[in-house]
C-alpha cells in the first residue's frame, strides 16, 4: 500500500471514532438514562465510542472491583460484561451541584432521605433500579456531589 493511502485510512478511521465519541451523554431524557444499566460492552462502544478513559475502582471487597468507562458526561461502571451502574450530572430533573431541598422536591415523595444521601427506587421493565444521590456540605449548605443509577441487586 502507497504511504498516501495508509494516511487517508488512519485519518477516516480516526475521524469516525472521533465523531462516534463525541456523542452527547447530556442532553438525554431520564427514560434513556436507565436503559444505560445493563447495556454489554460493544453495545455501549458501539453507541459512544471508545471511552475517553478506562479507570479502576476499587470496592471495599474484592468483588466490589469495577472496570469504569468514563466518558464526557458519565462514567459507566462494568461488572464482566454488563453496565451494572451509570454515574451521570444530571437526570430525572436533577444535576451536581442543585440544594438537596430542590433535589427533594424535584425526585418527589417517592426519594428517601438518609442524610448524606437520598435513595429512590425506579420502575423498571427489566431488574430494578435505585437512583442515589450524593451530597457533600460546602458553606453550611448541602449540595448534589455525585448521581447515580444502578441495580441494587449486584
Known amino acids: 500500500m502507497s504511504?498516501?493511502?495508509?494516511?487517508?485510512?488512519?485519518?477516516?478511521?480516526?475521524?469516525?471514532?472521533?465523531?462516534?465519541?463525541?456523542?452527547?451523554?447530556t442532553g438525554l431524557g431520564s427514560d434513556e438514562h436507565l436503559s444505560f444499566v445493563?447495556?454489554?460492552?460493544?453495545?455501549?462502544?458501539?453507541?459512544?465510542?471508545?471511552?475517553?478513559?478506562?479507570?479502576?475502582e476499587r470496592g471495599m471487597e474484592t468483588w466490589q472491583d469495577d472496570v469504569?468507562?468514563?466518558y464526557n458526561g458519565a462514567d459507566f461502571y462494568i461488572y464482566r460484561d454488563r453496565v451494572w451502574q451509570v454515574k451521570l450530572v444530571s437526570t430525572h430533573g436533577i444535576s451536581n451541584g442543585d440544594r438537596k431541598a430542590v433535589v427533594l422536591l424535584t425526585l418527589g415523595n417517592r426519594?428517601?432521605?438518609?442524610?448524606?444521601?437520598?435513595?429512590?427506587?425506579?420502575?423498571?421493565r427489566d431488574w430494578p433500579l435505585m437512583l442515589r444521590v450524593n451530597f457533600s456540605n460546602v458553606n453550611?449548605?448541602?449540595?448534589?456531589?455525585?448521581?447515580y443509577i444502578y441495580r441494587p441487586d449486584f
Open 3 to 25: 504511504r498516501r493511502l495508509v494516511i487517508l485510512m488512519f485519518f477516516l478511521v480516526s475521524s469516525a471514532l472521533n465523531a462516534q465519541q463525541s456523542l452527547p451523554i
Open 38 to 56: 445493563g447495556m454489554m460492552i460493544p453495545d455501549l462502544i458501539q453507541r459512544f465510542g471508545p471511552p475517553g478513559t478506562v479507570a479502576a
Open 68 to 70: 469504569v468507562f468514563q
Open 111 to 124: 426519594a428517601v432521605d438518609y442524610g448524606d444521601y437520598v435513595l429512590m427506587a425506579i420502575n423498571s
Open 140 to 147: 453550611n449548605t448541602e449540595l448534589a456531589a455525585a448521581i
